[in-house]
């Protein structure tokens, strides 16, 4: 099996106001129907990883590839195509619009893509009851629970079925029931349906759901199990 997603030699370093290197010489491959786990402490590389991975940065030196595609060769408009058409992100703070309900959150992204309204609705409706939340269309953000909010992010994420799901810290504001919730659905995400999950995190019971675990120290790949 090709893999979807392959980095090399990724290194990433700032030089204002002093020189310093936040990620050095890393590679990673992830395949379709994979569930991987980066982890490490805090500060070590793996948000700086994924958002070169996500191509909502570009790196020092070293390369992205998904889907065969290089990062490097893309103008800024590709990038943003990429993104909106085959990355589906899911962060820690879920980064709903307050002012709009679950349903609009995760119909936006499809509208972006040039699907009319209704049929953006439709979607979003059935990807919102597909994570069991249906019923939560018509709510705002602030009317709506912690693991309610990540699995409307999730259904967002999702919204122009991408084939890569990038993940920074989706538990870190969960309880432990939510966060069980979240993981099945990550490892459903690649096993059912065959895409790759890549999942940043401190938390090792999600860690240990994933199928291989990529361990970051001092911006480099320790070891991967």
């Not at 030699?9 to 395949?31: C, F, H, I, N």
């Not at 992010?153 to 919204?159: N, W």
């Amino acid at each position: 099996m090709s893999a979807l997603l392959v980095a090399r030699g990724l290194s990433k370093s700032l030089a204002d106001p002093e020189p310093v290197t936040l990620l050095r010489d890393v590679s990673l491959s992830v395949d379709p129907g994979e569930f991987v786990a980066v982890v490490g402490p805090s500060g070590c590389g793996k948000s700086t990883l994924l958002y070169l991975l996500g191509l909502l940065d570009r790196p020092t030196r070293g390369a992205v590839t998904i889907g065969g595609r290089a990062a490097d060769e893309l103008t800024e408009a590709e990038r943003t195509q990429v993104r909106l058409e085959h990355i589906g992100f899911v962060f820690q703070f879920h980064f709903l619009l307050p002012e709009l309900t679950a349903l609009e959150n995760v119909a936006l992204p499809i509208r972006r893509a040039g699907v009319r309204r209704r049929e953006a609705e439709r979607r979003a409706a059935g990807l919102l009851g597909k994570l069991g939340i249906g019923s939560e269309a018509a709510k705002r953000p602030d009317r709506m629970s912690g693991g309610q909010r990540q699995r409307v992010a999730i259904a967002r994420a999702l919204a122009n079925d991408p084939a890569l799901i990038l993940s920074d810290e989706p538990t870190g504001n969960l309880d432990s029931a939510n966060s069980a919730l979240v993981v099945e659905e990550f490892r459903r995400l690649a096993h059912e349906e065959g895409r790759a999950v890549v999942c940043v995190t401190h938390d090792m019971e999600v860690a240990a759901a994933a199928d291989r675990r990529v361990h970051m120290l001092d911006g480099r790949v320790e070891r991967e199990d």
